[in-house]
Nanobody, 114 residues
């Protein structure tokens, strides 16, 4: 499975961004997709999860502001981020657990600053 993220950028506090993660390869094996983020000097943090059936889960720090969704036809998962805060600044990564190991995208930078 190969993952490619896009959609990051610079946004002012209170603004919005939508990240995309396009999957290719052995996508039939995908049963859950996740978004992580890693801020400078901090550990990688799980942000949101979506299952093939559409169930979602969020970190407390983003619940109510971020929405994860999927488009099975495009093999793409999205992360809609609203009311962004400076503390949301991080590199955001897409992740897929596999039968053996896991797949990661290259990451996309999100910077929230005025």
């Amino acid at each position: 499975v190969q993952l490619v993220e896009s959609g990051g950028g610079l946004v002012q506090p209170g603004g919005s961004l939508r990240l995309s993660c396009a999957a290719s390869g052995s996508i039939f094996s995908i049963y859950v997709m996740r978004w992580y983020r890693q801020a400078p000097g901090k550990q990688r943090e799980l942000v949101a999860t979506i299952t093939r059936g559409g169930s979602t889960n969020y970190a407390d720090s983003v619940a109510g502001r971020f929405t994860i969704s999927g488009d099975n036809g495009k093999n793409t998962v999205y992360l809609q981020m609203m009311s962004l805060k400076p503390e949301d600044t991080a590199v955001y990564y897409c992740n897929v657990p596999l039968a053996i190991g896991e797949a990661w995208g290259q990451g996309t930078q999100v910077t929230v600053s005025s």
